[in-house]
């Protein structure tokens, strides 16, 4: 990397100062992180860096072990922007854990619904498709183990029937 020319030390130097000076400021509780964030957002706007500036600047300071870049190098859209992501994955792991819990629920309605026309076939023998149609129909797990429990002791299609049809 060739070093920075007169001018571009020259901003490097008055950015970083701006940088420190905002730094020391909030360090001091002068400022809250709005206002830090106000500053930050001035500095980067109109004492702007080229990227071969920030680059070098980031050098400077490594060099001497400054942490003054990472404390104030977001600017408020950076931080919004931050913001959003986590508030966004936040969301999105929500939203995955309501539609996991409902998948859930559902494959536990599917294999309720299996079990009962399995043990309903071995008890009564084959089975119309109404009361297949009749099962699908049904979302209430609670219903559908009582329905386990009538097609455990059904001795006929009939039994099951009735107690399908809310008899």
Not at 113 to 140: E, F, H, M, N, Y
Not at 155 to 162: G, I, M, P, Y
Request: glycine letters at 10%; a neutral charge.
């Amino acid at each position: 990397m060739r070093p920075a020319s007169r001018g571009q030390a020259a901003r490097i130097a008055l950015h970083l100062a701006c940088l420190r000076g905002v730094q020391q400021a909030a360090q001091a509780g002068e400022l809250d992180d709005a206002r830090m964030e106000l500053l930050v957002n001035m500095i980067a706007t109109y004492l702007p860096l080229s990227a071969t500036e920030r680059n070098e600047l980031r050098v400077q300071l490594q060099r001497g072990g400054d942490t003054t870049m990472e404390a104030t190098e977001l600017t408020w859209a950076d931080r919004i922007l931050l913001r959003g992501r986590t508030q966004g994955r936040q969301e999105g792991v929500a939203e995955g854990r309501r539609e996991g819990r409902q998948e859930g629920r559902q494959e536990g309605l599917r294999v309720a619904r299996q079990a009962v026309l399995a043990l309903l076939t071995k008890q009564v023998g084959p089975l119309p498709p109404s009361v297949g149609a009749g099962l699908d129909r049904i979302d209430d797990p609670q219903r559908l183990e009582a329905l386990l429990n009538v097609a455990l002791s059904a001795r006929t299609l009939e039994e099951f029937t009735h107690a399908l049809d809310g008899g």
